[in-house]
T-cell receptor
Framework: KAGVTQTPRYLIKTRGQQVTLSCSPISGHRSVSWYQQTPGQGLQFLFE???????NKGNFPGRFSGRQFSNSRSEMNVSTLELGDSALYLCASSPGRGGNTGELFFGEGSRLTVL | TQLLEQSPQFLSIQEGENLTVYCNSS?????LQWYRQEPGEGPVLLVT?????EVKKLKRLTFQFGDARKDSSLHITAAQPGDTGLYLC?????????FGAGTQVVVTP
């Protein structure tokens, strides 16, 4: 069974640009959550999508957005990039709602560097 | 500010020694999970604890959930180099999973 796939794995952008990250969940999983991981803050919850609807949102500015498609694949977008957006962005899928006791299956992440 | 405080932040020990990692919060969680993350990979779930006072064992790893469901600990007996990694606790509440900053464990041969 294929795991969670995130693309691209690495990318470099400059301030002011925008970026789109993609996540393909495990087949059959309907929930996709996104996290930002930095050395200082650890994993910070961005948002969760379930059946194409955003079910939960973390405390991030509106520059961070996402969506989920009918096949459960998800994308997140960051507009007007800032230096502080440099981080590892992790996607996780689960069969049901990810915020409950169910296990999260993480991808390897997309490492974004903003110059 | 982290909702979940993990301590210590970094732990370096020799193979065969024991170690304990702590996860504390002022909030009550419906459940708490422990993950391990290795370099270049995403976190992998080790265990979920749900009941206050619950103790779960996974080979050489022992996980305990506090009676009040606000804190947890992870104890590793006779650590091996393969136990090296970032250990993350995560508390579940209101449909969200909140992670601690993690404890980096290094086990040297």
């Amino acid at each position: 069974k294929a795991g969670v796939t995130q693309t691209p794995r690495y990318l470099i952008k400059t301030r002011g640009q925008q970026v789109t990250l993609s996540c393909s969940p495990i087949s059959g999983h309907r929930s996709v959550s996104w996290y930002q991981q930095t050395p200082g803050q650890g994993l910070q919850f961005l948002f969760e999508y379930f059946s194409e609807t955003q079910r939960n949102k973390g405390n991030f500015p509106g520059r961070f957005s996402g969506r989920q498609f009918s096949n459960s694949r998800s994308e997140m977008n960051v507009s007007t990039l800032e230096l502080g957006d440099s981080a590892l962005y992790l996607c996780a899928s689960s069969p049901g709602r990810g915020g409950n006791t169910g296990e999260l299956f993480f991808g390897e992440g997309s490492r974004l560097t903003v110059l | 500010t982290q909702l979940l405080e993990q301590s210590p932040q970094f732990l370096s020990i020799q193979e065969g020694e024991n170690l304990t990692v702590y996860c504390n919060s002022s909030s009550v969680f419906s459940s708490l999970q422990w993950y391990r993350q290795e370099p270049g990979e995403g976190p992998v779930l080790l265990v979920t604890v749900v009941t206050g006072g619950e103790v779960k064992k996974l080979k050489r790893l022992t996980f305990q959930f506090g009676d009040a469901r606000k804190d947890s600990s992870l104890h590793i007996t006779a650590a091996q180099p393969g136990d090296t990694g970032l250990y993350l606790c995560a508390g579940a509440n209101w449909g969200k999973l909140q992670f601690g900053a993690g404890t980096q464990v290094v086990v040297t041969p």
